[in-house]
């Protein structure tokens, strides 16, 4: 069992940067590959960033390579996405989850086992 806690999101105007931490609980954190996900009012969760267990694969959305990064620190238990140069549509919920297969990475939410509480991200033009 891993629990999730999601911070750093906040208010921000376009073109600022925000970087959001993922705080997981328990000793098995580095099992889990993680990833970032967004859900904007009346769309689907997607996935804009994934990160495999030891950190070496990553994955990216089209639309925020270049502009995120998504890191670990496994000795912190804690999960971080970088995101630079923000535009008005990424204003979202974003989550962190966790994985436990033993992919990579996995793209479709449902594939992934723990879920934060999300954290709001709105950044106005």
């Known amino acids: 069992q891993v629990q999730l806690v999601e911070s750093g999101g906040g208010l921000v105007q376009a073109g600022d940067s925000l970087r959001l931490s993922c705080a997981a609980s328990?000793?098995?954190?580095?099992?889990?590959?993680m990833g970032w996900f967004r859900q904007a009012p009346g769309k689907e969760r997607e996935c804009v960033a994934a990160?495999?267990?030891?950190?070496?694969?990553?994955y990216y959305t089209t639309s925020v390579k270049g502009r995120f990064t998504i890191s670990r620190d496994n000795a912190q238990n804690t999960v971080y996405l970088q995101m630079n140069s923000l535009k008005p549509d990424y204003t979202a919920v974003y989550y962190c989850a966790a994985d436990s297969s033993h992919s990579d990475y996995q793209l479709p939410p449902s594939l992934y086992d723990f879920w934060g509480q999300g954290t709001h991200v709105t950044v106005s033009s």
């Open positions: 328990g000793r098995t954190f580095s099992s889990y590959a």
């Open positions: 990160l495999s267990r030891n950190g070496d694969s990553t």
